[in-house]
């Protein structure tokens, strides 16, 4: 009983960090200490989750659209036949990723509104005795589902 309670808990601490939570308050929240936490992070690494949450669609293109720029002027500034030859599949793969977001924008839309209503449960949660970390834990399992599902399509 007691690991599925700590299960419960490190989900939950999961959850925290997601939504952008420090990890000495995480640890306060969760009764665990920050070196627990700081190790979950670690193994399991939810700063690369975290970081891959919360980046957005625009930042993305405009990461990619960025780093076409770059192409650009380093082809421009060489005589390099190789980097010349290899410009137009270059082009086409970051196409086809700009391509591909725009595609998936319902996707990404959908994790924004999942990340916002994470951070109104975790408020919620000091308000309302009905919210539970086991509450929060079954509705990320769902939204992780239904993303899941979607990107597959």
Same mark, same amino acid.
């Not at 919620?124 to 990107?151: G, H």
């Given at each position: 009983?007691?690991?599925?309670?700590?299960?419960? @808990?490190?989900?939950?601490?999961?959850?925290?960090?997601?939504?952008g939570? $420090?990890?000495?308050? !995480?640890?306060? @929240?969760? #009764?665990? /200490?920050?070196?627990? !936490?700081? &190790?979950?992070?670690?193994? #399991?690494?939810w700063?690369? =989750?975290?970081?891959?949450?919360?980046?957005?669609?625009?930042?993305?293109?405009? +990461? =990619?659209?960025?780093? !076409? *720029? *770059? =192409? =650009? %002027?380093?082809?421009? *500034?060489t &005589?390099?036949p &190789?980097?010349?030859?290899?410009?137009g %599949?270059?082009?086409? +793969?970051?196409? /086809?990723?700009i391509? @591909?977001l %725009?595609? &998936? $924008?319902?996707?990404?839309?959908? !994790?924004?509104?999942?990340?916002?209503?994470g951070?109104?449960?975790q408020?919620?949660?000091?308000? %309302?005795?009905?919210?539970?970390?086991?509450l929060?834990k079954?509705?990320?399992?769902?939204?992780?589902?239904?993303?899941?599902?979607?990107?597959? @399509?």
């Amino acid at each position: 009983m007691a690991k599925s309670n700590n299960d419960s @808990k490190k989900e939950f601490a999961r959850i925290l960090f997601m939504q952008g939570e $420090a990890q000495n308050v !995480i640890a306060e @929240k969760t #009764g665990f /200490s920050t070196v627990t !936490i700081n &190790k979950w992070v670690k193994a #399991g690494d939810w700063e690369a =989750l975290r970081a891959a949450a919360t980046i957005t669609r625009p930042e993305l293109v405009n +990461k =990619l659209l960025r780093s !076409i *720029n *770059n =192409l =650009l %002027d380093e082809v421009n *500034n060489t &005589k390099d036949p &190789k980097l010349l030859a290899a410009l137009g %599949d270059k082009l086409s +793969k970051f196409a /086809s990723t700009i391509e @591909k977001l %725009d595609k &998936k $924008a319902n996707v990404v839309d959908a !994790i924004e509104v999942f990340m916002a209503f994470g951070r109104w449960m975790q408020y919620r949660q000091t308000v %309302d005795p009905e919210v539970t970390p086991e509450l929060i834990k079954a509705i990320n399992k769902f939204q992780d589902l239904y993303i899941s599902e979607q990107l597959n @399509k």
